[in-house]
């Protein structure tokens, strides 16, 4: 299809320059050029398929691990907002569509006296980017609970991968960007309901003690490795509490960038990349980013 055609065919679930700041957690960045907003798996398999394979997607969950450029997206990008159905099987296998958040994951399996997804209860995302990013929190993380994923690719392929086949690793998995993954099986054990409710509450405990809460951020800015915590050199080079413009260093948490008022896109990569420049300088150590940075600066 082309892109006009494809455009009057889904008309009711594509938007022209929509801009995705409040689809993020930072609550800035500039415009997608189409955001499509599948009411459903299947409409998404179509359009996807539908798409010609030049036409680039870029898919956005809960926005909580992207920084979104303030020129914006060109090509389409997809939130997968309502894709979020949840179901479980007699062997206690839950499949969760990709738009699923983590914390109504961990809730659904608490409601089943399933354990083993409490963790999922502290991290703002979505079960998509929660593959994507390998995300994990408290000594789990989702290579240990994904059985599968079932995902189409920027030519409308599918195909299921099972866990072991997607190369996760710390906050990273070896498949390129270009596959959407819609729908996973994850596993649980028999729990008790009360033991399930107890973690999870102690997992918000120890969040709020350590994380900045109800502010405008993406989590980790930079990844930590087996050698070194990011926050620890991000310390050490005087970084806590650096500010440029509204971009703000955690004084809390100084692994996280914070939006304090109305920063730009760029006020935060900048301030990301200062942090970077003086751990350097500090420590001869380069970060990595762990947010993903999309779209023209
Ligand atoms: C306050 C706060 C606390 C956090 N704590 C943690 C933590 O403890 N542990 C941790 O690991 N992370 C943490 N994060 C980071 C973030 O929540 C996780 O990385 C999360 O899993 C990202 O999911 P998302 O749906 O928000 O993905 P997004 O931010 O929307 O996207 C992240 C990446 O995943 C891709 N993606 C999203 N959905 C799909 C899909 N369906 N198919 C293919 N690709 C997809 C996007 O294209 C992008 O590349 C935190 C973030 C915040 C703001």
């Known amino acids: 299809m082309n892109i006009d055609n494809l ?4 008309t009711n679930y594509l938007k022209l320059n ?7 957690w930072f609550g800035v960045g500039g415009s997608a050029e189409m955001l499509f907003l599948p009411d459903n798996i299947d409409r ?16 956005i969950g809960a926005g909580s691990n992207v920084l979104i450029r303030d020129n914006g997206i060109p090509g389409v990008s997809i939130t997968t907002k309502k894709l979020n159905k949840l179901s479980i099987d007699i062997n206690g296998i839950i499949t969760a569509e990709a738009g699923a958040l983590d914390i109504n994951v961990a809730r659904f399996a608490r409601e089943h006296e399933r354990t083993g997804l409490e963790f999922l209860v502290g991290i703002p995302g979505t079960i ?10 408290f000594g789990s993380e989702f290579k240990e609970i994904l059985i599968d994923v079932k995902a189409i690719n920027n030519s409308g392929i599918i195909k299921i991968f099972k866990s072991e086949e997607l190369g996760m690793k710390y906050r990273n998995i070896d498949i390129c960007d270009e596959w959407f993954f819609y729908s996973a099986r ?3 054990s028999k729990g008790i309901k009360s033991r399930i409710h107890n973690k999870m509450k102690d997992i918000i ?8 809460t109800g502010v405008k951020t993406g989590g980790s800015t930079f990844m930590n490795t087996s050698n070194y915590k990011a926050w620890q050199l991000i310390d050490k080079a005087g970084c806590r509490g650096l500010k440029l413009g509204d971009a703000k260093v955690s004084e809390k948490h100084c692994n996280f960038i914070i939006n304090t008022k109305k920063s730009s896109a760029s006020e935060i990569e900048n301030l990301g990349e200062l942090i970077r420049k003086k751990v350097l300088e500090s420590s001869g150590i380069k970060l990595n980013w762990e947010i993903k940075k999309v779209g023209i600066k």
């Open 7 to 10: 455009k009057s065919s889904y």
């Open 18 to 24: 929509k801009n995705l700041s409040s689809f993020t």
């Open 44 to 59: 998404a398999i179509s359009f996807i398929k539908d798409k010609p394979s030049e036409l680039k997607i870029f898919v």
């Open 128 to 137: 998509g980017g929660g593959i994507r990013m390998n995300s994990g929190a």
């Open 186 to 188: 994850l596993k649980t």
């Open 205 to 212: 405990e120890l969040r709020k003690k350590a994380q900045p």
